[in-house]
């Protein structure tokens, strides 16, 4: 923003244009050398005013609660680059204490917007009050990863989490993904368990026939597939997970006859609340115990 005001400065001046302060002169003209230098008030267009100042101080305190532990991660990372170019835009403007900034019947649509945000900050207790707005889908997922990890201490496996399924190819379109990341990969000897946690309504709509409905599970289930096909098991396992009003599974056995390939999709269905999560894990661990076992025979 370039926001530029007048300053009043007091400069000396050979000439005597402008507002003199002659009493000042008076006292320094009796010296031949003083006779002309006039102390002279100008006014100067410049960045470097006090508003300014006080709008880098609100600056200051923004940058320092984002950066804190306070904040999310993710919006931490997106808000990084940001406020890197902030600063340095307000690298030459030193901070200025104050507690309220003025809004001026001249100031500019965008300054006034500025102020009026910087005093809502200002007037705002960061450490009681704040809260971040995060997409829930990211709770629902950690929250998953959470008990599976729960999970796999309990049996005796290992979770992977997010990880990437690379893909390589000499060349690649600008619409190709160069990988794929399950939400967790649960691993026990040669036994690979895909898992994936989607925030969706499809179990609060069982009976529902919509087109959307019908089209959101068939994505879900032929992503659930394509992790389970990196598999050297005949027959694939996957984890659906989805958010629901009480704790269920159901499994579904997708067979191949001609060459007796099978897949098992789990369905899971997870009331995103804290105090069930000792029922969760006890059910999961059975859904694992159950794979386990047919993985075996």
Known sequence: MNWRKFDNIEKISEEPTGKINWQKYSKLEYKVENRLKFPVRKNILSEFHPEYSELRFVFDICKKEILSANTPIRIKMNLRSRLYFLEEKLYYHQPKYTTNISIKFSDNPTVTKCKQQANKILNFNLLDS?????????????????????????????????????????????????????????????????????????????????????????????????????SKTISKNGILCYPSEKLESKTIEYRNRINEVSNLITIIGIPLKKEIIHQTKTLLMSEIHAIEKSYSN
């Open 130 to 230: 704040t809260a971040w707005k995060v997409d829930f889908s990211d709770v629902f997922e950690k929250f998953v990863q959470y008990i599976f990890k729960l999970v796999a201490k309990e049996v005796g496996g290992q979770l992977f989490t997010n990880y990437k399924l690379n893909a390589y190819s000499k060349k690649f379109y600008s619409w190709e993904l160069k990988h794929i990341e399950p939400d967790a990969i649960y691993q026990k000897k040669n036994l690979l368990v895909f898992i994936d946690a989607k925030y969706k309504s499809n179990l609060y709509n069982k009976f529902g026939d919509s087109e959307n409905l019908k089209d959101d599970h068939r994505h879900d289930l032929h992503q659930i597939m394509a992790y389970s096909s990196f």
